[in-house]
């Protein structure tokens, strides 16, 4: 029997991470604990904890990390709070293998915990590149304290080979978050206005804009303009924001949110859609918008164009679909516009094909021995002849 403890801290993440849990959850050969934290606990953030209830997963601990407070000092003492937090109940879950998610500051802290208590970790979606934010710090990191790889693609793959790790502990599986899309029956556009409390007009797009922790254009700056080209969409086009994460200045977007849509009739706010109303949103709106990665991961598979905006998501593979402009209003606009005469019938996903999950389980199914998995060499890559 492998002890098998995932973690979850954000709305975004469990999403990714429900077709895997529901994997492991029907292998007999699993037991498998569920570690619950930052966002999920908070009612600021839609305290998203109630979905994963919905779904009928036991939560064996609750990790209490996040101040209110969204500057960097703020940040980092929550990481410090999660790294204690999460540090007792590894002690107390005593797991095989840690399975993380992504890039998030919560998951670095459970990382940190994970490494000095001698418990593997396996790392899902490490290898990406984000230039226009310190995720790509944080996910480097995690992915050189980890010992398992599951890489969304094989361009990432081969980023985790380059850090040093050892080519056969990298699995490259593609994005859960296709399976997902797979696997979910989504709801009725009837069932969608009402659990939004609001009714879609002609057209519609879904916004999330989140903190660009490294771009030297204030992240509040950006997400004005993107509001400036919102608003000139006109008062026929239906506009629903989803607040950001608990991220530096995240709570200042939140509130420039709340204000925009207060003071609009066709437009929303709302802290958290959770997972099945986000994607079922999704699916009924014409174009997805903002700097969030599921503009690039999800929105393909379910053929919507995807305005990406500024240096968030650089770096990235995109769809056909997906739209690159930069932080200013003139250029969103242009780019809403293209969205909305674009033709995503058809387009080709990068991240996989749905089955991740499987892949995942497959290749825990073959871990005899996690703790051999500690005992890590720095795999150099091979001498070139460049100079």
């Known amino acids: 029997m492998l002890r098998v403890c995932l973690v979850t801290g954000s709305r975004a993440e469990y999403g ?76 107390r879950i005593a797991p095989d293998i840690i399975i993380l998610f992504g890039d998030r500051f919560e998951t670095l802290a459970a990382a940190q915990s994970a490494l000095v208590m001698r418990i593997p970790v ?91 922790t490294l771009d030297p254009i204030p992240s509040v700056q950006q997400f004005e303009n993107l509001l400036t080209a919102l608003d000139s969409l006109g008062p026929n086009m239906g506009i629903i924001l989803t607040k950001p994460n608990a991220d530096v200045e995240g709570r200042s977007l939140g509130a420039l949110a709340e204000d925009f849509a207060a003071g609009r009739p066709n437009a929303i706010c709302r802290s958290s859609l959770g997972h099945l109303l986000y994607l079922s949103t999704m699916a009924e709106v014409d174009v997805v918008i903002g700097n969030s990665s599921s503009g690039l991961l999800e929105a393909p598979s379910l053929e919507k164009p995807a305005v990406n905006i500024g240096m968030r998501q650089s770096g990235r593979p995109r769809a056909a679909s997906v739209i690159d402009c930069p932080a200013d209003a003139r250029a969103i606009g242009d780019a809403i516009q293209r969205a909305f005469r674009l033709d995503c019938r058809g387009v080709v996903n990068p991240y996989g094909d749905g089955h991740a999950a499987e892949r995942i389980l497959a290749v825990l199914k073959m871990t005899r021995d996690p703790q051999a998995l500690l005992y890590k060499r720095f795999r150099d890559l091979p001498p070139t002849n460049s100079r």
């Open 16 to 91: 990714l991470l429900r077709p895997v849990i529901a994997a492991l959850k029907a292998e007999q050969g699993m037991i498998v604990s569920l570690v619950v934290t930052a966002m999920h606990l908070s009612p600021e953030f839609g305290l998203s904890i109630g979905e994963i209830e919905a779904d009928g997963h036991r939560i064996d601990a609750r990790v209490e990390m996040l101040l209110s407070s969204d500057s960097g000092v703020g940040v980092a003492k929550s990481m410090g709070l999660g790294t204690i937090g999460l540090a007792d109940v590894f002690a």
């Open 122 to 212: 396996a790392h899902v979606s490490g290898g990406h590149v984000t230039h226009g934010a310190f995720d790509d710090a944080i996910r480097h990191s995690i992915t050189k304290m980890s010992h398992i790889h599951f890489a969304t693609t094989e361009e990432a793959g081969l980023r985790i080979r380059q850090l040093g790790e050892d080519t056969a502990n990298i699995h490259v599986v593609g994005d859960p978050g296709i399976d997902a899309i797979r696997l979910t029956k989504r709801l009725a556009k009837p069932a969608v206005e009402e659990r939004l409390g609001f009714r879609l007009l002609s057209r519609n797009v879904l916004v999330t804009f989140h903190p660009v």
